[in-house]
Structures are given as C-alpha cells and as structure tokens.
C-alpha cells in the first residue's frame, strides 16, 4: 500500500472559516534570533482566531512558516495546514533526509481542546524557528474537520457526535434525516435518553442515580440512545438524524461496509489529509483526540497475547510524562480499526499516536489543586480489561459489538467521570436523570453529561488539561533520531591506513520510529587508486535505541595521499549519513 498515490479530491478554494478573525490573539515580530513571538491563550475563544492566527505566523516568518489550502469541507469551510520548514544553516557533514511530523487536531470532529493544543504547540514550535533541527518539518493541521467543530464550538447538543452532515438514509425508508434527536424537555440541550428494555445493557444505581452497566440480576435494565421521540411513528427513536461522517473513522483499515456506511475516504476533506500524509511521507503523526488523556500507540494487526508497542513507545510516553507532570500507568497501544491512526501506520509508514488532553489516565494534570480527590478519581485507565474481553474488544475505536454486548471501556468509564463530577465539581457538568413523556403513554429518562466535560474540559481547567503539551511536541521533534557516523581512529603507515567508525543515533528516539523496522546498512567507499584490504565493504546496522551506537568497525585500506575514503550508513526510508576521510 506504500506505493499508492492518493488523487487529490479537494478544491484550493477558500472557504468560509470558523468564527471571526480574532487577530487581538496574537504579538508578532521578527528578528534578532528572537524567532516569532506567538500568544494563544488557554481558551475556547482562541478557536474562533484560528485563520488569523496561521497566517500571522506565516507571515512573520516568510520562506520558513506557510500556509497551505487543502479543502473545503461540505459547509464551505476551509481545511488549513500550517508548514513549518526551518531554512538549512548551510551544508551539514551529513546528508540525512528530512523528518517530517504532522500534527492533527480535532479530527475527530468533538474535541475543541485537541484543536487548540496544535495550534499552541505550533505557537511555541514558531517561537523557537532559529533553534528548531534544520532537519525536521512540521505540518500542522488544527481543525481537521471545520464542520463539525463549528457545530462542537457552539454547544448545540450534549454530546457532540464530530459528524460532518453528509445525509444518509439511516433506517432505509427513502428519507433523509427524518428521525433527529430532540429537546424535549426544553433545556436548550440535546442529552441522553434511557428506554427501558429487559435486554438492555445498562442500570440506574446510586444517589444520585447514575448509569452504570447491567449486571444479571439488575431489576430494570436500560437501552441508551439520544434525547428524542419517535419523530417517523416506526417504533423507532433518533434512528434517522443529520448523520454524516466522523472523519477520524473514515480510513480504509479494517471497513466492512454495509447500508449506510460511507466508502473510506470519500469525503473530499479527509482525502486531501490522506493525500497530504501520502506526499509528504509523514514519520511521525501526533493525532490529538481521545478521552484518555494520555498517549495510545497503534496495536499491530498481528499482534496476540500480552499488549504490544511499537517501537519508540517507551521514549514517548516518558517524553509525556516529563513534559505535562502526568502520572503514568506505561504506554498502553489500542486496535484502532478503520481509524485515521491505524491507516497511516498501514499506509504510509508513519509512527502514529493519539495524544488525548483531557481524561481520567491524565492524574495529576487536571488541577488537582483546585479539586481534591481528581487525582484518585481520575483513574479509569488504571482497571486491567481481560485480553478478549468485550471491554477489551471494544477499545477498537468505530467497532461497533453485537447487541446486548457489554458496554465498551470508555462507557464503564461513566462511573469514575460521574464520581469526578459529583465529588471535584458539585455536580457541573451533568444533568441528572429526569421523566419526559415522549408519547404514546411511554415514559422514558433524560439527562447525560453537559457540553465540555467529557470530550472536552470546562473551560476553567482548560489551562490544566493543555499545561505542556506544546512542550511534548516540541521535545519530540528535537528527540527525533539523529543518524550519524563517528570516525574513531585514522592512522597512516605508508601507503596504508588503518580506519575504524562507528554509527551512532544522536537523538533521544529509536531509528526504526518510522518505516520498515529493521536495520540498515554501513558501507565503504575506497576513491580511484585505492584498495580495501581487510574489513566488510557492507556491513548490516540493528535497529539502533536513542543515544545509542553500533560497535567499532574497523578496515585497512591501501590508499595513495589525499585520496578519499567515504562512509556511509543507510537505514529505512532514504536515512543516510556520510562522512569523508582523506587521510
């Protein structure tokens, strides 16, 4: 799949943009190796300046920061990425290709926080322009899907669904979004709704009472579906609504298709990212999103038994930990199937991570100071799910388990966020469950959590939730791996020379992060005249660790004065170090 060249479906046209232009956001100067000097406060306010903000970087730093159109989303959006390629200093001893780090937020088209997390790690990376590795490039895309984060920016419902309002016929009547949810109870929200149902997989417990799953011998049991009545008389509650597609579920890893399911990546705004990715030849994409606030790594297809991690696993999540103060239970990886994170591992070669900035493995990140008991609350992530288990099963996200299954991870989860609200926020955040008539002589429950508490913060513990996360990004860039080779000896004893080198990782991260793992190849090149004598003229290279180095390698070589000598060390998607001696 690594050869596939992905046709660009996406129009350069400039779309309507998210909100006004908000340019109060932003200082912006240029020289004396101070870099750009960039503000982007910790607030929700700061997603309505996002066009004004990348294009002031842009041009505070021109032929180093662009901006470039990708698409225009359905609504007349427009899908940005902000390129960040420092100007070389000058030729470098060695001709190792560029890396190349795409960040992307909100693709999931819900999580705010994740937009804004991009756009302060971009801030931060354009501040520190003069000193940033000559041999990196950034992309950055903060507002992967412009529609749906414009419905999540406005809190029109009390559960973002991040989808784009594609219109499909979801119960296959002929009729489109005839069957949406509902505010009954005129809150001017749109929550959850329970529905009794002796098969269904959940029950009430608790005062006040809250959701948890069934167990065998709950009295009553519960089917959850969105705030609504049964708008098309087919029995049937908010079968039919607006739909459309969640971009971060639209990739072609595990689809299985089906009535009403959208063909992978056939939405104008999600191709362009995947083009994107293709072209670029992404080697390390950061994808922010998730509940969890911690790291998740791409589970190998393969993969049996004990959780698998990737490599560079470890490096980055210590790398998290250091820069956000977060307590961590060690990296945990995750299917992923037909998700954006598991297709560009698949397809392009990339190391991929989801980086959540708000959820319950985030201990000690979420102002704990300011709401005792978040740290022991806030411990979702810290419950072993048997291997195989329905729970287990279901951190795939965009599976969807049979019916009756047991709820997935994140749903079991609701009790620790429900304890979170009620003993660190008073209750804010959650409506408790209340009686709503919803017709023919049927009564069922309403109530959920508010906008901005699960996939989102509140907004006073958004500075918490983002505290060093800019940091994460920038340390990892610079942790990026650094292929060198280092000449340890050089003698000459006549028209002989004795040379010996070693290969060496310079950076802080693995050099299989990206591509094909393995190892690579150091070889020696003898100049005319010249005749290699003892000593492999290839050698095979491991798969080298952070800081790390081969062991010494040693030829004799039978070369005239001032005749050159070159080494050079391969590894994985065109790397390459070179070094010439000239004894």
């Not at 180093?64 to 030729?91: M, N, Y």
């Not at 973002?160 to 002929?174: L, W």
Request: with cysteine.
């Amino acid at each position: 799949m690594r050869s596939v060249r992905w046709i660009a479906a996406a129009s350069l046209l400039t779309g309507v943009w998210i909100g006004a232009r908000n340019s109060a956001l932003l200082g912006a100067s240029r020289g004396g190796g101070e870099g750009t000097t960039c503000s982007v406060p910790a607030r929700y306010s700061a997603y309505d300046g996002l066009e004004a903000t990348l294009e002031a970087w842009a041009e505070a730093a021109p032929g180093e920061v662009f901006v470039r159109e990708l698409a225009t989303s359905r609504g007349g959006r427009s899908l940005r990425c902000l390129e960040i390629a420092p100007a070389p200093d000058g030729p470098r001893e060695t001709d190792e290709k560029q890396w190349t780090v795409l960040l992307v937020g909100g693709l999931d088209g819900r999580s705010i926080a994740s937009s804004l997390a991009v756009l302060r790690a971009g801030a931060l990376l354009t501040e520190r322009l003069p000193t940033l590795r000559r041999d990196v490039r950034v992309l950055l895309v903060p507002a992967a899907s412009p529609d749906a984060l414009a419905d999540a920016r406005a809190a029109k419902s009390g559960r973002p669904e991040g989808r784009n309002r594609r219109p499909f016929d979801d119960d296959g009547d002929g009729a489109f979004a005839e069957d949406p949810p509902d505010d009954l109870d005129g809150d001017g929200l749109v929550l959850d709704m329970l529905l009794e149902d002796p098969l269904g997989p959940w029950q009430l417990e608790g005062t006040p009472p809250r959701l948890l799953p069934a167990g065998e011998r709950s009295a009553v049991r519960y089917t959850l579906v969105r705030e609504g009545r049964d708008d098309d008389g087919d029995g049937r509650f908010n079968e039919d609504a607006e739909g459309g597609v969640r971009y971060d579920q639209h990739f072609p890893t595990g689809w299985a298709g089906g009535p009403g399911s959208a063909r992978p990546l056939s939405e104008p705004v999600a191709r362009a990212l995947a083009d994107l990715a293709v072209e670029e030849e992404v080697d390390l994409a950061l994808v922010f999103g998730g509940e969890h606030g911690g790291l998740r790594f791409v589970q190998p297809r393969e993969a049996s038994g004990a959780e698998p991690l990737p490599s560079g696993a470890d490096a980055l999540e210590a790398l998290f930990t250091a820069s956000t103060g977060r307590a961590s239970a060690g990296p945990r990886s995750a299917r992923f199937e037909g998700h954006a994170l598991a297709w560009l591992e698949e397809a392009v070669g990339a190391r991929a991570v989801q980086v959540s900035v708000w959820g319950p493995i985030g201990r000690g990140a979420h102002d704990a100071e300011n709401a005792p008991g978040v740290a022991a609350l806030f411990a979702l992530d810290s419950v072993p799910l048997a291997s195989g288990s329905p729970a287990s099963r279901s951190l795939t996200p965009g599976a969807a388990g049979p019916p009756g299954a047991v709820p997935c991870a994140l749903e079991v989860g609701r009790s620790a966020w429900c304890r979170w609200i009620d003993e660190a926020r008073g209750g804010a955040g959650f409506v408790d469950w209340h009686p709503i008539d919803v017709g023919a002589g049927r009564i069922a429950l309403v109530g959920g959590f508010e906008p901005r508490t699960r996939f989102d913060p509140p907004e006073d513990l958004l500075p918490a939730a983002l505290r060093g996360v800019e940091e994460f990004v920038l340390e990892t860039v610079e942790a990026l791996p650094r292929l060198d080779i280092e000449v340890v000896e050089v003698a000459r004893h006549g028209d002989c020379v004795e040379l010996s080198a070693r290969v060496v990782n310079r950076g802080g991260l693995p050099l299989d992060l990206a591509g094909t793992p393995g190892g690579g190849e150091l070889s020696l090149e003898v100049g005319g005249g010249g005749l290699l004598l003892a000593g492999a003229e290839r050698t095979p290279l491991p798969a080298l660790l952070g800081r790390a180095s081969t062991e010494r390698q040693a030829w004799l070589v039978r070369l005239p004065e001032g005749t050159p000598v070159v080494l050079r060390a391969r590894f994985g998607r065109g790397r390459e170090a070179r070094r010439e001696v000239r004894p």
